[in-house]
């Protein structure tokens, strides 16, 4: 069974950081892509960021691009985001997503993870 | 960036209605438009993918269609458990961008 399991949410200051972890199990870590998804308080779904298998090839929102930095750690079926220079409007639970598998399966969001809270506010 | 619109963003229908939303892009995504479903307090699930391939597990009263830049899916009888927020996306190219969700809820 796909398990995903987020942790390293909570409440930071405006220009702060923060780093999301997500562990992954019941299945070949190394062979998906991953990805961040984030839905803000009562709002719709915001995709963040995805790595490649390989870590050769990552993407981000405009929104987040030169402050976020996704990871993975394909040894220790590990995902992780650096969260640099929040803001109050970064606010959001935050997913942790494996692609579905199979052919064109970049940004086909299979499995998700329940989620990590991040309140960024003074 | 390719923008995904979604209507209505809310609809309100009873049990056994047959329900349609619609989804379109700012350009063409070939048929790489996905569906997801999401309750109150959990995490969306994933409902159709490539314009019209039902994922594993879920009812054939769940339908998609469309190509290029208009897509829809189509809900042949609801049920209960339907009432949820329908969010379609794109993954034809990064960003990876979802529509704004439409709310469907009990009449």
């Known amino acids: 069974e796909v398990q995903l399991v987020e942790s390293g949410g909570g409440l930071v200051k405006p220009g702060g950081s923060l780093r999301l972890s997500c562990a992954a199990s019941g299945f070949s870590f190394s062979d998906y892509y991953m990805n961040w998804i984030r839905q803000a308080p009562g709002k719709g779904l915001e995709w963040v960021s995805s790595?490649?298998?390989?870590?050769?090839?990552?993407y981000y929102a405009d929104s987040v691009k030169g402050r976020f930095t996704i990871s993975r750690d394909n040894a220790k079926n590990s995902l992780s985001l650096q969260m640099d220079s929040l803001r109050a409007e970064d606010t959001a639970i935050y997913y942790c997503v494996r692609d579905r598998g199979g052919a064109a399966a970049a940004g086909l969001l299979g499995y998700w993870g329940q989620g990590t809270l991040v309140t960024v506010s003074s | 960036d390719i923008q995904m619109t979604q209507s209505p963003s809310s609809l309100s229908a009873s049990v056994g209605d047959r329900v349609t939303f619609t989804c379109r892009a700012s350009q063409s995504i070939s048929g790489s438009l996905n569906w997801y479903q999401q309750k109150p307090g959990r995490a969306p699930q994933l409902l159709i993918y490539s314009t019209s391939k039902l994922e594993r597990g879920i009812p054939s009263s769940f339908s998609g269609s469309g190509s290029g830049t208009e897509f829809s899916l189509t809900i042949s009888s609801l049920q209960p458990e339907d009432f949820a927020t329908y969010y379609c996306q794109q993954s034809y190219s990064a960003p990876y961008t979802f529509g704004q969700g439409t709310k469907l809820d009990i009449k």
């Open positions: 790595i490649s298998d390989s870590s050769a090839d990552r």
